[in-house]
Structures are given as structure tokens and as C-alpha cells.
């Protein structure tokens, strides 16, 4: 026992050495460190998971299913291992996606002439081994590409647990249309950099921004573009009901719901806040009962050289967040010429 540590050394983060062992004396080093956890867990030190790398993470998590553990442990010691159950969560998650990458290339490697059905065969072949639905299995297969190809350095933080695996998602397809790669890179650095205190919604919002100012021509590009998609739709639903729903401008779409809200606002009865607007969508579409249409109100912050066509930079639109130049002056245009503009100056 003594030469074990006498030639390896003692390294903080793992209480015990690595030798050269045989199965049966590894697995008593494993029992040893797993009664170090469970006794490490008992004494409240929180280190345990905040600094344990790898194996040594999942050994000492292992110490959780002891309840009795976890019952004598202080407030401390469970918000770290809740910490360490995240971590823990990502890294696999990492893993599932570079087995999935890894499959696929050699299922269907990657090529021009690869046909989509041997491509989604993988997909298949993965929802029949794991029970998954066959659409997981393709948004699976689909960010495991993203990831490896196009974002490795946030493949490898999510491996190491800096954030899950959700958050991944949303720096690759925040990031997947910038056509810069050297912008790409940078702005991909600096969301992994942002990622771990940011909510899901927050990390969205805040690369939506970025990619707005770092390539503001192409996103007035992908804007007039995506204007063209513009539709209503309706889904017949359970009940007698229909599902409505419309893919808008966002100037537009903001303006429909102050509409809704304001006109809503106006009527107090029994019915909920959600009945009361739906209502009032189906009494100003059909007319079949006439009121006072409310004054609607979009407020776009913007700097005043994009509206004096100088720059390009992203303006922002109250209740919808970065919205593109193109967007700011065309709505500074429509409410000059209807006489409605207002103008605050905001330093």
C-alpha cells in the first residue's frame, strides 16, 4: 500500500492513486474510495463533487444512493450534488451524441451523394435500439452532427459539464447560419463563455444580438426572406376546437396582440384573462360585434445613425427583443408617414 503512494504521488483531486493493479485490487480501490465519499459526505465537504473530474465524479455521486447518506447530510453537501448530477447529466449526454455522430458515419458517411433515406435510416436503426420516438432520434442525429462538425469546442464544454445539453442546442443554432467562420468562432468562445449564468431564453436572446451585429446585411437578408413565409394556420383539435396559428412580421404580430390585450382589458367579467382575448380575436375578425378599436403601440429602440442609414447595427423591439435595421426604419417610416411617430431620446 505504502509503494503505491510513495511512487504515484498524492494528487488532490482524487484521494487515491491509479496503480497498476489487478482486477480484484482495483476493485477494493474502488470500494476504499467510494467509503471516502460516503464519509466525506458525512462530514460536509462539498469538494466531493465540486472538483472530482470524471470517474472519480460518478463514484462519488454513487454515495447518493445511500439514503441514509443523504438523510445526514447538510443543505450544502445536496445543492452540491445537485451541481454534480448536472454535470454528470451533460457529460453523458456529450457522450450519447459523439456514439450517435460515430454511428451514422459509418452507417452513412457523410457525403454530397448520400441520400437522405440512408441517412435517416440511422435514425431508424437508433429509435428501434433505444425506444425513442423516431423524431428524437433525428433531432439527435441532426445535433450530433452540428456539434462534432461545426461546434466542437461546445461539444467539449458540455462534456465538461459547463452547461447542459439544451444550452448546446441553442449556441448551435443560434450560430449555425453565420457565415463567417472566423466570426463564428469568436461567438461561439464567448456564448460558451456566457452559457453557465445565462437561462435557456436569456443565451437565445443574447446570441440572436451578437449574430444581429456581426453580420447585420445578412440578417436583413434572412428577414425579407423569412417575411415571405408569413401564414395562418388552423388544426382541428379535440373537443370541437381549432387550433389558430400564424406565423407573423413581428411588427405586426406585437401590434395584433395589443389589440387583443387592450381591447381584453376593457371587459370585466367571469370569463378568464385567455377567453376574453380569444373572444376578442373571433369579434374583430368576423365584425360580428363592433366596439372601440384601441390605439396599438411598437416601441423600437434604436440608435439614430441606423435610422439615418449610417450603420446597421441591431435596433430592439419592446416585447420581441434584437430585430434587424431594415425592421427599425421601416417602422420609423410607416409612423412618420400615418403621423404617429413619437420620438424619445434614450442615452
Known amino acids: 500500500m505504502s509503494e503505491c503512494f510513495a511512487e504515484t504521488g498524492w494528487v488532490d483531486e482524487s484521494p487515491f492513486p491509479e496503480p497498476e493493479l489487478t482486477p480484484d485490487e482495483l476493485a477494493h480501490?474502488?470500494?476504499?474510495?467510494?467509503?471516502?465519499?460516503?464519509?466525506?459526505?458525512?462530514?460536509?465537504?462539498?469538494?466531493?463533487?465540486?472538483?472530482?473530474?470524471?470517474?472519480?465524479?460518478?463514484?462519488?455521486?454513487?454515495?447518493?444512493?445511500?439514503?441514509?447518506?443523504?438523510?445526514?447530510?447538510?443543505?450544502?453537501?445536496?445543492?452540491?450534488?445537485?451541481?454534480?448530477?448536472?454535470?454528470?447529466?451533460?457529460?453523458?449526454?456529450?457522450?450519447?451524441?459523439e456514439l450517435v455522430a460515430e454511428l451514422t458515419r459509418r452507417r452513412a458517411p457523410v457525403t454530397d451523394t448520400v441520400p437522405e433515406m440512408a441517412w435517416r435510416a440511422v435514425a431508424d436503426e437508433i429509435a428501434a435500439e433505444t425506444g425513442m420516438s423516431r423524431y428524437a432520434a433525428t433531432k439527435l442525429q441532426d445535433l450530433s452532427?452540428?456539434?462534432?462538425?461545426?461546434?466542437?469546442?461546445?461539444?467539449?464544454?458540455?462534456?465538461?459539464?459547463?452547461?447542459?445539453?439544451?444550452?448546446?442546442?441553442?449556441?448551435?443554432?443560434?450560430?449555425?447560419?453565420?457565415?463567417?467562420?472566423?466570426?463564428?468562432?469568436?461567438?461561439?468562445?464567448?456564448?460558451?463563455?456566457?452559457?453557465?449564468?445565462?437561462?435557456?431564453?436569456?443565451?437565445?436572446?443574447?446570441?440572436?444580438?451578437?449574430?444581429l451585429a456581426a453580420e447585420p446585411q445578412v440578417a436583413d437578408e434572412r428577414a425579407v426572406e423569412a417575411r415571405s413565409r408569413r401564414r395562418v394556420v388552423f388544426t382541428p383539435v379535440e373537443g370541437d376546437m381549432v387550433e389558430l396559428w400564424a406565423l407573423l412580421p413581428a411588427e405586426d404580430g406585437l401590434k395584433v396582440r395589443a389589440v387583443l390585450e387592450a381591447t381584453a382589458a376593457q371587459?370585466?367579467?367571469?370569463?378568464?384573462?385567455?377567453?376574453?382575448?380569444?373572444?376578442?380575436?373571433?369579434?374583430?375578425?368576423?365584425?360580428?360585434?363592433?366596439?372601440?378599436?384601441?390605439?396599438?403601440?411598437?416601441?423600437?429602440?434604436?440608435?439614430?445613425?441606423?435610422?439615418?442609414g449610417d450603420s446597421d447595427q441591431p435596433a430592439h423591439l419592446d416585447g420581441y427583443g434584437p430585430a434587424t435595421a431594415l425592421l427599425a426604419r421601416r417602422l420609423a417610416a410607416d409612423a412618420v408617414e400615418t403621423g404617429t411617430f413619437r420620438c424619445a431620446i434614450v442615452d
Open 145 to 211: 452532427f452540428g456539434l462534432s462538425d461545426r461546434f466542437p469546442a461546445t461539444l467539449d464544454a458540455l462534456a465538461a459539464g459547463r452547461f447542459d445539453v439544451r444550452k448546446a442546442e441553442v449556441i448551435a443554432d443560434g450560430l449555425t447560419n453565420v457565415r463567417d467562420d472566423t466570426v463564428r468562432r469568436r461567438l461561439e468562445a464567448a456564448a460558451i463563455e456566457a452559457a453557465g449564468g445565462l437561462t435557456v431564453p436569456g443565451l437565445r436572446e443574447l446570441l440572436k444580438g451578437w449574430v
Open 267 to 308: 371587459v370585466k367579467d367571469s370569463r378568464t384573462a385567455d377567453q376574453r382575448r380569444a373572444d376578442v380575436l373571433v369579434d374583430l375578425v368576423t365584425g360580428e360585434q363592433s366596439g372601440v378599436q384601441p390605439k396599438t403601440r411598437v416601441t423600437v429602440t434604436v440608435p439614430l445613425d441606423v435610422l439615418a
Open 29 to 97: 480501490w474502488r470500494e476504499l474510495e467510494r467509503e471516502f465519499a460516503r464519509e466525506g459526505l458525512a462530514d460536509g465537504r462539498v469538494w466531493e463533487f465540486d472538483s472530482a473530474p470524471g470517474e472519480a465524479l460518478s463514484l462519488r455521486l454513487h454515495a447518493l444512493n445511500d439514503r441514509a447518506v443523504v438523510a445526514d447530510a447538510d443543505d450544502r453537501v445536496l445543492l452540491a450534488g445537485l451541481r454534480g448530477v448536472q454535470r454528470a447529466k451533460a457529460a453523458l449526454a456529450a457522450q450519447e451524441l
